[in-house]
Each structure stands twice: as C-alpha cells, then as structure tokens.
C-alpha cells in the first residue's frame, strides 16, 4: 500500500528565506492615544514587524508577552492588563495585519489609561530582503528533511510572512500539501498554528514537524 509520504509533488516546493532589516518608521509614542496614531498610520510591515517578528529569538521580549506593543504597554504604561488583552490578540489564519491592527486599535481606544511613559515606543517598519536557499522538497519525506533543519528565517517567510501580508491566502506549507498530494487534514492541521503566540523560532519549529508527524505517521 503507497503511502502518501511516498508520493512525489508535480510541483516541488522550492524554500526561500528572508532578513527583516530594521528601519525607523518616523513616529513614537509616549502615552495609549499616541499610540493608537502611530499604530493607525504606520504601513503594514511596521505591524508585522511589532507583533510577528517577536518569533525570532533575537528579538529578545518576554515569554509572557508575545509582541513589542503588549511589552511597551506593561514596561512604560504599568498596564498589565491592558497588555495582557494586546498580547493576546490572535494572529492565525486568515488573519492579516490589516485585522491585527484593527484588533489591537479596538483594544486600545477602550483604555483609560493616561499615563506618559518615560522612555517612547518606537514605531520600526521593515523591507524584507528575500533570498533563495537552494533547498527544495519533492516529496513530504523530503519536505520534512528540509523543515528539520533548515534557517528559520526561511520558515517564518513560507508559513507568517507571506501569509499575514496578504500575498498569499493561506500559509505556503499548507497550499503545497493539499494542492499536490491533496492532504487537507494535514494542511488544516498546520493552518490552526497561531504564530502570534511564538516568541522561540526553534518553538514553531518543533510545532510544525509535530503536527506534521502526527498526521503523517500516526
């Protein structure tokens, strides 16, 4: 009996990567109103870069708090709750920044906070600069091979950026395995993944080849 890891893709998926330079987007914050300013005019990429970029270990927050907004809000406002509700705000799919943002505005413009912070918030934005990584995968065996060990800026690319970004409807992973092996429980499985949630890239690392083996080998 063939077995749906021994299948080979008509259409082998080719893993590109992506570095994230830092670039100051021009606005700051001291206090929750001008926080919401920046947060309502700043681009796209300055909102993932606060709320999805985290996953990176080299962003350094709190295991606690899963993005630069909640952190702030704790650190310089002494709103704990008020962090814990934007840290909380949920990432996974379908969701884009553009409803992000639009969750975060929604918590925020309910605070009475007025506290002024002593040290501002910083709006960064990024353009990624994206890069082939010469890895490709045939087959889900291969697939796996490739996932275990390769960079995690090439993970976060495939299954955050270009879903959250809009450029694609769902992550890259999951529209592989059900556009060419027809794999809809596995791609579902790994759609419910929030990496909103994620502050280790080696933690959503370890998520996805979980979830992967248990629908794949159980």
């Known amino acids: ?21 830092q670039i100051y987007a021009g606005k700051k914050a001291y206090t929750v109103d001008e926080l ?8 796209g990429f300055s909102i993932f870069y606060h709320v999805f970029h985290p996953v990176f270990s080299s962003h350094a927050i709190p295991l606690d708090v899963h993005n630069d907004f909640a952190f702030w809000i704790r650190e310089q406002l002494h709103d704990e709750s008020l962090a814990y509700k934007v840290s909380d705000v949920e990432g996974g799919e379908p969701r884009t920044v553009e409803q992000v ?15 002024r912070a002593e040290k501002p918030f910083h709006f960064i934005t990024c353009r990624p600069v994206i890069f082939n990584t010469m890895k490709v ?14 960079t995690m800026r090439s993970i976060v690319y495939h299954f955050v950026f ?8 769902r992550n890259d992973f ?25 502050t280790n890239e080696e933690s959503l690392r370890k998520d996805i080849l979980i979830k992967i083996s248990k629908v794949i080998y159980s």
């Not at 270009?162 to 409807?169: H, K």
């Open 1 to 21: 009996m063939t077995k749906i890891s021994d299948n080979k893709a008509r259409n082998r998926f080719e893993f590109y990567a992506a570095y994230y330079p």
């Open 36 to 43: 919401i300013e920046g947060i309502k005019n700043v681009d």
């Open 101 to 115: 943002r639009d969750d975060i505005l929604k918590i925020l413009e309910t605070s009475t906070n007025k506290v």
């Open 137 to 150: 995968a045939s087959s889900i065996d291969e697939f796996i091979d490739v996932l275990s060990s390769i």
């Open 162 to 169: 270009r879903r959250v970004m809009g450029y694609a409807p």
């Open 174 to 198: 999951s529209l592989w395995l059900q556009q060419e092996f027809n794999a809809a429980e596995l791609a579902d499985a790994l759609s419910k993944i929030d990496p909103q949630t994620y």
